[in-house]
């Protein structure tokens, strides 16, 4: 199966560019000595090379990194306000691995995105489903972040396989994200709920409503962030 995944990867890379999805696609590997940055809570920036990283189910909890005068600087996740990390070719290639879990979510993927992703951004904010453990969470909308945050969900559902003569047509695609709007707690979306959660995360906004015909879609969650955040904007200015 690994083998088919990578070579699906490689087969869709020689077809050139894909539509792009509005949320990046998460990264699953980063290996040390690679080049990061670490922001503290008190706003003092770190610069230097990844020197190992502790997880605890699935998410990073401790940071090690050497600075560029070699001194090693050690974090725990809730000292860091936010790590960024440039990702390697190995990690690119994983990540394209990943994403030929199926035909469907090989094609929905941009892979321009992922070869030419600079960096790969964290924060630190509280575990799914474990309550006041803090970790670093890779966000998913970078550059449209500014009142609702998506992260990751690594132990999330996915969409489940449905395979013709041993080649995945679909699945593998994320099915729950882990949200933060504001100060609010974190929730996590569902795409089985998301009916609640686009009326529940878009409450401030009304005329968000009228932009959706009928049920909102999951598929289509970027695209409503992009717009509420373009419905704040009027709404502040126009406050002011």
Not at 38 to 47: C, L, M, Q, R, Y
Not at 50 to 69: C, N, S
Not at 101 to 121: F, G, M, V
Not at 194 to 220: G, H
Request: charged fraction near 25%; aromatic fraction near 10%; charge should be positive.
């Amino acid at each position: 199966m690994q083998k088919l995944k990578i070579s699906i990867a490689l087969l869709l890379l020689s077809l050139g560019p894909v539509m792009a999805q509005d949320f990046v696609e998460p990264f699953y590997e980063f290996i040390s000595d690679r080049e990061c940055y670490v922001i503290t809570n008190d706003g003092e920036k770190i610069t230097g090379y990844l020197g190992g990283a502790t997880e605890w189910g699935g998410f990073v909890t401790r940071l090690r990194i050497r600075d560029e005068q070699g001194d090693l600087h050690k974090f725990k996740a809730h000292e860091v306000k936010e790590f960024a990390i440039r990702p390697g070719a190995f990690a690119k290639l994983a990540t394209l691995a990943e994403t030929s879990t199926s035909i469907r979510h090989a094609i929905k993927t941009d892979q321009n995105d992922i070869l030419d992703r600079d960096w790969i951004y964290f924060d630190a904010q509280p575990m799914p489903r474990r309550k006041n453990k803090i970790a670093l969470l890779q966000l998913l909308n970078p550059g449209f972040d500014e009142h609702i945050k998506v992260y990751h969900h690594r132990n999330g559902s996915k969409s489940a396989p449905i395979i013709v003569g041993d080649i995945p047509l679909v699945g593998g695609e994320e099915r729950t994200f882990w949200v933060v709007k504001g100060d609010s707690k974190p929730q996590i979306v569902r795409k089985a709920s998301f009916k609640k959660s686009f009326a529940s995360l878009f409450a401030d906004e009304p005329d968000i409503f009228s932009s959706v015909s009928r049920r909102p879609k999951f598929k289509n969650f970027a695209k409503h962030i992009s717009y509420y955040n373009e419905l704040r904007h009027k709404s502040l200015v126009s406050q002011n």
